[in-house]
């Protein structure tokens, strides 16, 4: 029988990658977004149709509907594994930012790993699963010399520490929660950035692409696949005794 995971923001980008890498390891996966349209189409589109990958529409923001997501997965299906991947961001500089974008950034990139790992764990502890819980941090959870980008960085600095926090309480319970740190991947979030990077930089986003790449020892764009390996180790059996890492994956963009 499967054992069951459910992965936030996977209508697209690393999510995505990130089911796709459950489903292939014989996982059934639910694929939540914001765009319940776009979940539905990655869960579809899955291997090992089998195993009865499902979608949800889930905004992470909202406790009620991450804890009746969980409740409904534990109850029908097991719950074994949750992917806090959901993230969004903006880029300003600092001095022109505006407090409404720094409060929608730590909304979803924060508080919805708190909502997310909360209604899982507690779903994994009401039904006795020594389950897996995985947050998408970022390597601008471990440096705050990122462009553009602080309100970003506060929330995955927060994710870091979070993730920390509830591996400590949740270990008594067998849970383990680590999360990953990418680099410059290669997702709808980085043309954006790109754009707004170029455009703030008086550059082109082909340049700024040049500058991520020459940033990045393995010397390519991180792909969405690269995160998502890390992500299935994690969750695995063989990360049975790693909890609260913050999981660098980024090429070596950034070593701690
Ligand atoms: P992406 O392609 O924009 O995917 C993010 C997904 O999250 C989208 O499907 C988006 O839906 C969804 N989402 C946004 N707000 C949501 C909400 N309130 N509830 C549920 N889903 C929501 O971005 P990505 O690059 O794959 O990013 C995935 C994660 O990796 C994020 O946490 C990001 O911070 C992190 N990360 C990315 C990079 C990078 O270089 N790309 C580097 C480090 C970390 P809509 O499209 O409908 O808005």
Redesign the pocket.
């Known amino acids: 029988m499967s054992r069951t995971a459910v992965v936030?923001?996977a209508?697209?980008?690393?999510?995505r990658a990130i089911a796709h890498a459950l489903a292939q390891r014989d996982w059934r996966v639910v694929v939540t977004?914001?765009?319940g349209d776009?979940a539905e189409s990655v869960a579809t589109a899955l291997p090992h149709q089998d195993a009865g990958h499902e979608s949800a529409a889930?905004?992470?923001?909202s406790a009620d509907a991450a804890s009746a997501v969980a409740a409904d997965v534990a109850s029908r299906l097991g719950l074994h594994a949750w992917v806090s991947?959901?993230?969004?961001?903006f880029m300003h500089r600092f001095l022109d930012a505006p407090v409404e974008r720094y409060e929608q950034t730590m909304a979803?990139?924060l508080k919805?790993v708190f909502v997310c790992g909360q209604a899982a764990a507690r779903e994994m502890v009401r039904t006795g699963v020594a389950g897996a819980i995985v947050n998408?941090a970022?390597?601008a959870g471990k440096q705050g010399r990122v462009p553009f980008l602080s309100d970003y960085v506060a929330s995955k600095f927060g994710v870091v520490g979070l993730t920390q926090a509830m591996a400590y309480e949740l270990g008594e319970h067998g849970i383990t929660v680590n999360c990953v740190c990418?680099?410059?991947?290669e997702?709808?979030?980085?043309s954006r950035e790109l754009e707004w990077e170029a455009e703030l930089r008086g550059t082109t986003a082909d340049g700024v692409r040049d500058m991520m790449i020459a940033d990045t020892p393995l010397g390519r764009l991180e792909q969405?696949e690269d995160v998502a390996r890390a992500v299935a180790f994690l969750v695995s059996e063989d990360a049975r005794f790693i909890t609260g890492e913050a999981l660098a994956v980024n090429g070596g963009a950034y070593m701690d």
Do not use: E, R
Request: no cysteine.
């Open positions: 936030t923001g209508g697209s980008g690393i999510g977004d914001l765009d776009a889930l905004d992470v923001t991947n959901a993230g969004i961001s979803v990139n919805g998408t970022s390597m990418p680099g410059f991947v997702t709808p979030m980085q969405p």
